[in-house]
């Protein structure tokens, strides 16, 4: 019962709580104990607080899981996680994290409360609303990067990085749902109603539209944000985002694209490609 719970809380999922380091990094406050500490609590909280959303959505989800193909397997649905457990687990998650949050700052506690209402919400409603869907789920990654910034004190943080932030998670989201598309197109007894609302032609278009349009606002950032070597050596970091855009737009048209947590945690090039560009940020930011 203890595993299943631990799979009820997707731990894969816990690495969208890096985009809480951005702020630490980019304002180059890595080697700040204080700030370090801060922010690794902060990420720890913020995904105790998503494993409690995941374990919500799934006991919403059940009887439409238990009739999925795959999803029938996960604990709630297959029955090896109680629902009781799930609720108590679920609501014992937030009655912890929550006051931590609070404790760590009052605007980070706001942040953690906006993005668990907002959850709800979307599991409930938006996630069946074209585009609001992949809107709201870039919103999710934005909040990370805010609960960031509400745990340190913030001098040199750009707000290009919020654009960038933005256009990313809707390219990554846009990618996600034209891979589930093909899914659904390809078996006939998977249906999602959102996707109803897409094509794959739509889904293609808005791909390339926010794809060239984060290339341009990173492109922007790494030689126009005041907080920059002035040599604009960060322009040197381009090729790694041109690269692992690419390599993502590559995935999703040959059917091998999915949950970006999975893809990050799964493809060997891509994973070579933010090393280089994480190893870059530091050299230019720490070292250079």
Not at 43 to 67: C, G, H, P, R
Not at 80 to 89: R, S, Y
Request: one cysteine or more; glycine letters at 6%; proline letters at 5%.
């Amino acid at each position: 019962m203890i595993a299943a719970l631990i799979k009820s809380m997707r731990p894969k999922q816990w690495a969208k709580s890096v985009f809480i380091f951005t702020a630490l990094v980019f304002d180059r406050k890595l080697l700040n104990q204080s700030a370090l500490l801060h922010t690794l609590a902060g990420a720890i909280l913020f995904s105790l607080i998503a494993s409690a959303v995941y374990i919500f959505n799934d006991i919403a989800d059940l009887e439409a899981d238990q009739n999925h193909p795959n999803k029938k397997e996960r604990p709630i649905a297959s029955g090896k996680l109680p629902i009781p457990i799930a609720w108590a687990a679920g609501i014992g998650l937030i009655l912890i994290s929550l006051p931590l949050a609070y404790l760590l700052s009052l605007e980070f506690f706001g942040i953690c409360a906006l993005y668990l209402i907002l959850n709800l919400f979307y599991s409930s409603w938006l996630k069946h609303v074209p585009l609001v869907d992949v809107f709201v789920l870039a919103s999710f990654y934005v909040l990370r990067v805010t609960a960031g910034v509400t745990l340190i004190e913030v001098k040199r943080f750009s707000p290009w990085l919020y654009v960038v932030t933005s256009l990313f998670a809707l390219f990554i989201g846009l990618g996600k749902r034209r891979a589930e598309l093909v899914l659904q197109i390809n078996k006939s007894n998977e249906s999602r109603p959102v996707l109803e609302g897409y094509t794959i032609g739509l889904l293609d278009q808005l791909i390339n539209i926010v794809s060239g349009t984060t290339i341009i606002a990173y492109s922007l950032y790494t030689f126009s944000a005041p907080n920059l070597p002035d040599n604009h050596s960060m322009m040197l970091t381009i090729p790694f985002v041109l690269y692992g855009i690419f390599r993502y737009l590559y995935l999703i048209q040959i059917g091998e694209g999915g949950a970006p947590e999975d893809i990050a945690l799964s493809d060997r090039p891509l994973q070579g490609a933010i090393l280089l560009w994480s190893f870059s940020i530091l050299m230019i930011f720490y070292i250079y």
